[in-house]
């Protein structure tokens, strides 16, 4: 049975993800609105309580995913989970930093995509940085939630993650993939084509019947990766 609930406004201009399992995932708490809305489901709709999420997943560290975390943790106490990728990116920066790097190099070490718009990634990436408390690696299950798997995406940026689960054939998938006007799903461009189509060939093997984009509407599909865009 599925197991994925989308909390998100009726736009679905950012979606957050709440797995129903055992013990409760919060998956990208991208705003205050979608955690305030994410407490009264889990409280009038599963007659839950918000004591029973245990882990905060980010699939990347965009702030439209991350900006509602220190709301999360005002009804959880749980851990925020992230790709380790995100580590290794930091400390090299850090590294780099130490030796007066152009702002560029540390920019292209924190961010893939239009440069006008680096300077709000490499703070927000350091803050964020902060908040994670376990670091995640490829292929590896969720801590206490081993039927959902890590999948490493880069692409979109470099630290992007996916969430599957191959028992319900379901897959989050954060900014990977998101859905367009008329539901069409597009795979997020960078300025690597070829780690780009490693991640739609490696998304493409698995089973997916349910498709949770970062930003419009799910998707209930036999194959919903088949017929993808790709924003080179």
């Known amino acids: 049975m599925r197991q994925v609930h989308t909390i998100t406004d009726r736009f679905s201009m950012a979606n957050t993800y709440l797995i129903n399992d055992e013990r409760l995932i919060v998956v990208d708490p991208g705003t205050e609105l979608n955690v305030r809305q994410l407490q009264f489901y889990i409280q009038h709709i599963l007659h839950r309580s918000c004591a029973d999420i245990d882990l905060i997943v980010l699939t990347h560290l965009h702030p439209d995913h991350t900006a509602g975390v220190e709301a999360m943790h005002k009804l959880s106490s749980a851990p925020v989970a992230a790709s380790a990728v995100v580590r290794r990116l930091i400390e090299k920066a850090a590294h780099e930093r130490r030796g007066t790097p152009s702002f560029a190099q540390l920019a292209e070490h924190l961010m893939t995509g239009p440069l006008q718009h680096v300077d709000l990634f490499p703070p927000i990436y350091e803050r964020q940085y902060k908040l ?45 993939v998101i859905t367009i006007q008329g539901g069409a799903p597009l795979l997020r461009g960078s300025t690597n084509r070829r780690q780009l189509e490693e991640t739609l060939r490696l998304l493409r093997s698995l089973q997916v019947h349910y498709l949770y984009p970062g930003h419009g509407r799910p998707i209930l599909s036999l194959h919903p990766l088949n017929n993808v865009d790709v924003e080179w």
Do not use: Q
């Open 132 to 176: 994670v408390d376990l670091w995640l690696d490829d292929v590896v299950g969720l801590p206490d939630h081993p039927y959902w798997r890590v999948i490493a995406s880069p692409g979109h940026t470099p630290e992007s993650l996916c969430l599957y689960n191959p028992f319900s054939l379901e897959l989050l998938c954060g900014d990977t």
